[in-house]
């Protein structure tokens, strides 16, 4: 079994062995750490890297994206989440082949190795039209490049546009009639190929396996999300689905269910642990102890939120509660970038707005756990990701200390959440196999694949525009059923997700007292 011994490292607090402060060597030996231990006490093992003025951290998990957006990097901006997700999933497909979708997915995945990702969650949609072989595309462009990924084909039986409230109303009906008709593959046949794929590929011995992915309960019948419920419980899979992300979807679960979504799960049985509650930005505090009662993880989304405007998730009082908190980009149709350093950053920069007493506010040290250990929980996977521990799963980034961030090194934690980038990232390791080195991906030709990335974009450039010309023609009834939601009354106790910044004088009139939190 090859090793490797990292010689002369630091490492952050959490990570140091008790009995010294460091220098250390990390022993990698095949997949696994093998030993931690002060630099010089045995001789090193196998090949030896020059880890001497670097600190070595446990890889980010990026618990949520979206691959399937990487060509709409930065087409859109000032749009709420209802407007926007349309363009992203357009009613006619793109004629992608899988040789497109395996560029797609290295867009975000070269991004991901380079900003310090080790393992990252792709929720993949294929609506409306199953293709098979592009999925198989995305676990090629994963496997090929060596990073830890989880893919979850989104699964729904509700479509988009049936899941807000008002379409009836707000929509033309030769509009309704031509969304009615679009060609899709029946829910049962992916759900039943999903199955299969569950079979071929699992976390436990795959680097590149799956997981189960319901879309979000409004875009699910109760039976859909037993059934999803059920085979995540089956093959022993982690679980995502989105939940509670806008002040909109509040307003669904009400319209809907007579109560919040996270009650709604709960009645179905469908909350344990390995389940990641997507974004969960609005939130009551019987949601939060349901959520803790459980064992479900919160997949916190800051940047996304931000960028769409969709509101602050309570990330002290989840904390406070005991549930589990991770972290996530989202897709780049929306936020841009797969940048987990940046998600870090925010998540322990937004929630100091809070209306707290300083010292509760989530800080270096909650937003560094959100984003290893966090993400390790929430996938089962505390016992071997997230740490820099002998038994654990190899996945490691390697910092220089000549960087600039860190210089002066007065507190390396608070340095790297606040201040560094991936000018300073100089190795990353996933199950032991360095997949960065001296700044280059060690196994694709970057280059190349990028030139040829942007001659395949070109070529699609106008369809992506033609495609966001059909959109636009049910845009503006989004809007009206925004606007509507907006001056509806969601449960006066749900934590305040957004900041006061006062409703416009045209909506004032047609407000409820609990209408904006």
């Not at 990292?6 to 959490?14: E, R, S």
């Not at 309704?176 to 046949?189: A, G, I, M, N, V």
């Not at 606007?483 to 009354?489: D, F, M, P, S, V």
Request: glycine fraction near 6%.
């Amino acid at each position: 079994m090859p090793s490797t011994t990292l010689v002369g490292c630091q490492l952050l607090p959490g990570d140091r062995p008790e009995r010294e402060n460091g220098p250390f060597d990390i022993v990698l030996r095949g997949s696994h750490i093998a030993d931690v231990r002060p630099t010089g006490e045995t001789p090193p093992e196998g090949r030896v890297v020059d880890a001497r003025n670097k600190l070595v951290t446990a890889g980010l998990i990026n618990g949520h994206h979206h691959s399937h957006e990487h060509f709409y990097k930065g087409r859109y901006d000032n749009l709420p989440l209802e407007l926007w997700m349309n363009y992203v999933r357009p009613v006619t497909p793109l004629p992608l082949t899988a040789r497109d979708v395996y560029l797609r997915t290295l867009i975000g995945a070269i991004e991901a190795v380079r900003t310090g990702t080790t393992t990252l969650v792709d929720d993949l949609n294929v609506s409306p039209v199953l293709v098979p072989e592009h999925v198989e595309a995305a676990v090629s462009a994963y496997e090929d490049i060596g990073l830890r990924a989880l893919i979850g084909v989104s699964l729904f039986d509700r479509p988009f546009f049936r899941a807000v409230p008002f379409v009836e109303e707000e929509f033309p009906p030769e509009l309704l009639e031509r969304l009615s008709q679009t060609k899709s593959t029946p829910p049962h046949e992916v759900l039943a190929y999903v199955r299969g794929l569950l079979r071929s590929r699992h976390p436990s011995t795959d680097r590149v396996s799956y997981l189960v992915s319901p879309s979000a309960p409004q875009r699910c019948s109760d039976a859909f999300l037993i059934d999803a419920r059920a085979l995540a419980d089956e093959f022993d899979l982690p679980v995502n689905i989105h939940i509670h992300e806008t002040r909109l979807q509040a307003v669904t679960a009400q319209r809907m269910y007579g109560k919040t979504m996270f009650q709604h799960l709960d009645s179905l049985g469908f909350l344990k642990p390995k389940t990641s509650l997507i974004h969960a930005v609005w939130l009551t505090p019987e949601d939060i102890d349901t959520i803790a009662r459980s064992g479900a993880s919160v997949q916190h989304n800051p940047t996304s939120n931000l960028k769409l405007g969709s509101g602050i998730a309570p990330v002290r009082q989840l904390l406070d509660a005991g549930v589990n908190v991770s972290l996530g980009s989202d897709g780049c149709g929306s936020t841009e970038t797969l940048n987990m350093m940046r998600v870090v950053n925010m998540a322990a920069l937004v929630n100091k707005v809070a209306d707290q007493e300083p010292e509760r506010w989530v800080g270096a040290k909650e937003a560094w756990h959100a984003g290893t250990i966090g993400g390790a929980t929430a996938l089962g996977r505390a016992d071997d990701l997230g740490r820099v521990c002998p038994g654990y799963s190899a996945d490691l980034t390697v910092f220089r200390l000549d960087s600039i961030s860190f210089v002066p090194a007065n507190n390396l934690l608070h340095q790297l959440v606040f201040a560094t980038d991936s000018a300073a990232i100089d190795r990353v390791f996933v199950a032991g196999e360095e997949i960065l080195a001296d700044g280059k991906l060690s196994n694709i030709d970057e280059a190349a694949l990028i030139d040829e990335i942007l001659e395949r974009h070109a070529e699609i450039a106008p369809l992506l525009k033609q495609a966001e010309q059909e959109t636009d023609r049910f845009k503006e009834a989004y809007r009206r059923i925004y606007t509507r939601c907006e001056t509806c009354a969601i449960p006066p106790e749900t934590i305040p997700a957004r900041l006061s910044g006062g409703p416009s004088p045209r909506k004032e009139a047609e407000r409820t007292p609990h209408a904006r939190i």
